[in-house]
Each structure stands twice: as structure tokens, then as C-alpha cells.
């Protein structure tokens, strides 16, 4: 197309206040601020202009008024949205830190909706009337929960276990075991998180093998703490060797140094009754003698994100004393939701319902083929003969930095289509409302079926109607 015939077609696009009286814009006034559609029209128009003036060739239907307020009121719609909203997890990763880890369970919901409609007595004594303290609205329940003598919390692990460092070992030695030096999500370094506490890192035997001896030899007079660190998010296999918790404990008695474990995930059921290889218990750890144990509450407990912290009284009170805890600590909506997802741990049988990481994980694979059946009869329903829907069998993952190696089988919903790339139809269905996220694989677009609810499929077959009419 010649450069002045683009720009031709580019002066004669309609004009803003033209387009702001189609039916479809006006329309949306009263749901979409004014100022809101305007933004949108002319983001439309210029990206209009843009494309044209880069050698796009619009039919005369691509640069109508209709056409092109059409495009402007999908895109008010989008602004208009929460950029944080709810997303449908069709990925099969339990735990997917990009899409908020831990769904909450209902009474964790119901409580956060109540603490956040009105005021609360975050930090009111009912009995005296006078100040009191947040932590406790959960201390006492976690400890309980994890056979300690106290509980605390702050805002994620990373953040319990730099408290732990700060209030034990500032200015002094830690020591840990050069394999268990871990990178978390982020670029975050066992390393650097232990270089702001002010604790100096001490690391001893090799990546795979390391020795009681290790440790003991060691030992100085700027020895304040042994860290023991679960490396949760990866696995050595091989000729490999660590030191339990127990042993080091002793270790740490005969030479009176406290010992920390950061256990990361935090599971408080043996996995090993889902089939997968168990994840070390926070009660296991307390058991074994442990001063302080540190994990997450959005992991594999279920609950809000949540760096909590158990282990002997004295430790714990020293900890919550600590100038920086103030910085670091949980607002109400954490708490409430915390406590209400704690309370669920006390009744073992409906545990399992009641909290829904521990309900996908637990998920019986018929279930799974059943909605996967449904969702199939669906969208091959409302695709006809423009995509191929078929039921196939997949893993699921519980991810999170959670049981790294472990895969649950699964059935996914494998969608293919010869007009669309697999990558395409991707980007379709996260670009629907609420985005829909699965993966690709083999040409295909993929949904596990284990992280779906049923009640999130009706808006997965909208989604592909709207998808496949286009």
C-alpha cells in the first residue's frame, strides 16, 4: 500500500466523539467511568494508526465505527477490571506461586469477610479494654497445632527465617551445611538472606554428603546457631548423606547452641498417604527437640502467605521482642484468615474436605476423568469441527517449592485446532474473563482437570464459544 494512501485512510478514521455515540459505547456509560471509554477509544484509534502506518491494509468492515467501538468496549472492559482478579488454574500445579499458591478454604474466607466489613479487636484486650497483642489470635492455636511450647508469625518464610538469623546469631556465626544453601523463588539466597541478619554463614561438608563431624568441628567460640534448612524445592539423589534434625540437636545441647530447622513448606499430614514420598512434619521437627521451626502458611498448610514460627518459648518471645519483627509483621486479614485455617486441623475428618491444597492434592483420579468428560462433551459441543477435544492422561504437580520430583496422575483436556497454534489458543483463553491458564504441549492446549472445580467449567465453555465463533 503507498504511503500516502495509508495515511489517507488514517486521517479518514472516525473521529473520538463520533465513536463515544456508537450504540455499543453508550451503552456502557453508568458501568464505565466517562473518562474511562474515552482512554480506551483513543488507545484503540492509535494502535489503528500504527498498524496502518506499518503496512496493515484494513478492509472497510476492520475500520468501521462499529468495528471499531467494538474493540474500544472490550478494551474499556479490561480497564476497567481489577488487574488482580480471580484466575482459573487449569495448569495442574497445585501450589502455582504466579496464580496465589493456596486457594483458602471457605472459613478462612467467611472470617476474612468479616474482619475486613467492620472494626475488630486486633489489638484490644475484650476482658480489660486496655492494648493487646495480635499474636493472640493464633499464637496459642499454632503452637497447639504443632506440639510447641509458642507460635508466632510475619509476612512469608523468607522473612521468619531472616528473624531467626537477626535475634540468634547477629554478629555472630550460623552454621549450615553447604548442601542445603537453597535459592528460593525470586533469586532470594539462603546466602544473602543470612548476610542482612547480621549472622555470618559457616558452611560446612560438601553438596552432597555432610557429617555430624562437619558440624562439630565447627564449632567456635562465635558459634550462636546450627540451621538446618529443608531444601524443599530440589532433590539429590545419588550418593548422598544429611544429618537428621535429632542428631544435631543433641549436638546443639552438648554445646548449648540453639538449633533452627527452616522446613519451607510446612506440611503438618504425612503426603505419604496421597501416594507421594512424605515431606518432613513441623510436629516431627518439634518433636525431635528443635528450638525454632520456621515455614510457610501458603504452602502445603493451606492457608494465607505466612512465615510462621514455632519452637521453645523463650526463642519464639525473642523473636516477636525483635525491633525488626515490627517490620515484618502480618496484618488483620492474614490473621483472620490464619487462625480460621488453623481451626481446621483440629477435626481430622473433614480436614481433607475443608482445605482445598490438601483437596486437590487428595483428589481421586475418577473425579478428576469425570469433570474432564464433562468439560470434553462441552467445548467439542460449542467448537464443532473448528477444534479436535480430546481426554488425555498427565501429571499434576504440587508445586510451590513443595515435594519437587512427585507427579499425581492426572487427566487433562488436550485442545487442538488446525486454524489456531496451541500457543494462540493460550493467550485466548488467559485473555478471557476470569483468565483461564492451562500449558501447551505437543501442539496442544492443555487443562488438568485436578486443579478445575466444577463450578469454574461453565466459564471455560464460555470461554471457548466466545474463542471458537470468532
Not at 458501568?31 to 471509554?37: A, H, N, S
Not at 492455636?141 to 508469625?153: K, N, R
Not at 488425555?392 to 496422575?409: C, I, M, R, T
Amino acid at each position: 500500500m503507498a504511503k500516502d494512501t495509508r495515511r489517507d485512510i488514517v486521517r479518514n478514521l472516525p473521529a473520538v466523539e463520533k465513536l463515544l455515540n456508537t450504540p455499543v459505547l453508550k451503552e456502557l456509560v453508568g458501568i464505565v467511568p466517562r473518562g474511562t471509554i474515552v482512554s480506551a477509544v483513543r488507545q484503540t484509534l492509535d494502535r489503528l494508526r500504527a498498524k496502518i502506518l506499518d503496512g496493515w491494509a484494513p478492509t472497510a468492515d476492520d475500520i468501521s465505527s462499529e468495528c471499531i467501538a467494538d474493540q474500544a468496549r472490550k478494551l474499556a472492559l479490561r480497564l476497567n477490571s481489577p488487574s488482580l482478579r480471580k484466575a482459573i488454574n487449569g495448569t495442574g500445579i497445585i501450589l502455582h506461586t504466579g496464580l496465589g499458591r493456596a486457594v483458602l478454604p471457605e472459613a478462612a474466607l467467611a472470617a476474612l469477610n468479616a474482619v475486613a466489613a467492620g472494626h475488630s479487636n486486633l489489638e484490644t484486650d475484650l476482658e480489660t479494654g486496655g492494648r493487646g497483642s495480635r499474636d493472640v489470635h493464633f499464637g496459642r492455636l499454632l503452637a497447639d497445632v504443632c506440639g510447641a511450647e509458642a507460635g508466632f508469625a510475619v509476612n512469608n518464610n523468607a522473612a521468619a527465617v531472616l528473624l531467626a538469623l537477626n535475634t540468634l546469631a547477629n554478629g555472630k556465626e550460623a552454621i549450615v551445611s553447604r548442601g542445603q544453601l537453597v535459592e528460593i523463588g525470586g533469586s532470594f539466597r539462603l546466602p544473602d538472606i543470612m548476610a542482612r541478619s547480621g549472622a555470618r554463614l559457616v558452611e560446612v561438608g560438601t553438596t552432597n554428603h555432610t557429617r555430624l563431624d562437619d558440624y562439630e568441628a565447627a564449632i567456635s567460640d562465635q558459634t550462636a546457631l546450627i540451621l538446618r534448612v529443608h531444601t524443599s524445592n530440589f532433590r539429590i539423589v545419588g550418593f548422598t548423606s544429611e544429618v537428621p534434625i535429632r542428631d544435631l540437636v543433641q549436638l546443639g545441647r552438648r554445646y548449648n547452641i540453639p538449633v533452627a530447622e527452616d522446613l519451607g513448606s510446612g506440611a503438618l499430614v504425612d503426603m505419604a498417604r496421597f501416594g507421594l514420598k512424605g515431606e518432613p512434619l513441623v510436629q516431627d521437627s518439634i518433636k525431635a527437640g528443635a528450638d525454632v521451626v520456621t515455614f510457610s502458611g501458603d504452602k502445603l498448610l493451606g492457608g494465607p502467605q505466612a512465615g510462621l514460627v514455632v519452637g521453645r518459648r523463650e526463642i519464639v518471645d525473642a523473636m516477636a521482642g525483635n525491633p525488626l519483627a515490627r517490620a515484618l509483621r502480618v496484618d488483620k486479614l492474614t490473621i483472620a484468615a490464619l487462625e480460621s485455617t488453623l481451626r481446621l486441623y483440629a477435626d481430622p475428618e473433614t480436614l481433607f474436605s475443608a482445605v482445598p491444597t490438601l483437596r486437590f492434592i487428595g483428589r481421586p483420579l475418577k473425579d478428576v476423568h469425570r469433570s474432564a468428560g464433562r468439560l470434553q462433551r462441552a467445548i467439542a459441543k460449542v467448537a464443532a469441527d473448528r477444534a479436535r477435544v480430546e481426554v488425555a492422561d498427565g501429571f499434576s504437580e504440587v508445586g510451590g517449592g513443595s515435594l519437587p520430583g512427585e507427579h499425581l496422575p492426572t487427566k487433562l483436556l488436550a485442545i487442538s485446532s488446525p486454524s489456531v497454534d496451541a500457543a494462540d489458543l493460550a493467550r485466548a483463553f488467559r485473555m478471557a474473563e476470569p483468565p483461564i491458564f492451562g500449558r501447551v504441549g505437543d501442539g496442544r492446549f492443555l487443562l488438568d482437570l485436578r486443579t478445575i472445580g466444577d463450578d469454574e467449567i461453565p466459564n471455560i465453555v464460555r470461554a471457548a464459544e466466545e474463542i471458537f465463533r470468532q
